[in-house]
Nanobody
Framework: QVQLVESGGGLVQPGGSLRLSCAASVSIFSINAMGWFRQNPGKERELVASISNGGNTNYADSVKGRFTISTDNAKNTVYLQMNSLKPEDTAIYYC???????????WGQGTQVTVSS
């Protein structure tokens, strides 16, 4: 199965920016789609953004205009650029793979994002 390692989280003030990275153990071009999810304790995991291997992107309404998902196929890495961060963006962020039918049951360790003054 594909191994995923997320990084780039941290503590940032409201209005600030962060860029998350997700390194995959295989060529991401061979994967139907990649996505970024986030989760807080006691809450459902939420799909934040996704990108197909054709470059089509989708975003949750709560992050549209602020977050951008992109890929670097040469590095087998997917990024999430997060701008104008809000306290409600605080969560553990995970990346995942989509095989055309469903998201994978495998999750990496995630990376913590905390937005606070």
């Amino acid at each position: 199965q594909v191994q995923l390692v997320e990084s780039g989280g941290g503590l940032v003030q409201p209005g600030g920016s962060l860029r998350l990275s997700c390194a995959a153990s295989v060529s991401i071009f061979s994967i139907n789609a990649m996505g970024w999810f986030r989760q807080n304790p006691g809450k459902e995991r939420e799909l934040v953004a996704s990108i197909s291997n054709g470059g089509n992107t989708n975003y949750a309404d709560s992050v549209k205009g602020r977050f951008t998902i992109s890929t670097d196929n040469a590095k087998n890495t997917v990024y999430l650029q997060m701008n104008s961060l809000k306290p409600e963006d605080t969560a553990i962020y995970y990346c995942n793979t989509y095989n055309g039918r469903r998201w994978s049951d495998y999750w990496g360790q995630g990376t913590q994002v905390t937005v606070s003054s």
